[in-house]
């Protein structure tokens, strides 16, 4: 086989095992799906904390949390723990009793984005959320849900 040859056929297998290594990457998943509502700024919120028990599709079991909102602001304080996502903007809608509310959480440090949408009646929540961690070569999701109840004292009981 001459050079010119030799150089042609790495260059094809090359590029063939990198076509195939790029058709193995996991395709990019969309973050959860929040209902179209007339949502304006969170404020109905601010000052309360919920306590929730979760299940996440990834199968581990005991899962809690605890959710925060504060000025307008939402944070989750496992999230906080995990990647120091700290407060993100929440949005609310009122539907009769229930204040339904969704809010987004980036990490500044990595590539994972938290979305929520809860709906709160009296003093019970229940939330759906997705945690998506996207890199260039694989997009990872893990799902859940929850449910749980107001912490007496809000924000002063959880910080103080």
Known sequence: MTPITQAAAIAC?????????VSVLN????????????WSAGKALDGK?????????NGAEGETDTLVFEDGRFMSM????????G?????????????????????????????????????????DMSWTTRRWYWTHQITGTGSGSLVPGGKDAVSG
Not at 49 to 57: G, K, M, T, V, W
């Open 13 to 21: 297998i090359t590029l063939g095992t990198g076509a195939a290594a």
């Open 27 to 38: 395709p990019d998943v969309p973050d959860l799906t929040v209902p179209e509502a007339d």
């Open 49 to 57: 904390s919920f306590f929730i028990q979760a299940e996440l599709d």
């Open 78 to 85: 496992d999230c906080e723990t995990y990647c120091n996502f």
């Open 87 to 127: 407060f993100s903007e929440y949005q609310t809608w009122m539907d009769g009793d229930a204040v339904h509310f969704t809010t987004v959480a980036k990490c500044p440090t990595a590539p994972h984005t938290v979305v929520w949408h809860g709906r709160i009646v009296d003093d019970q929540i229940t939330v």
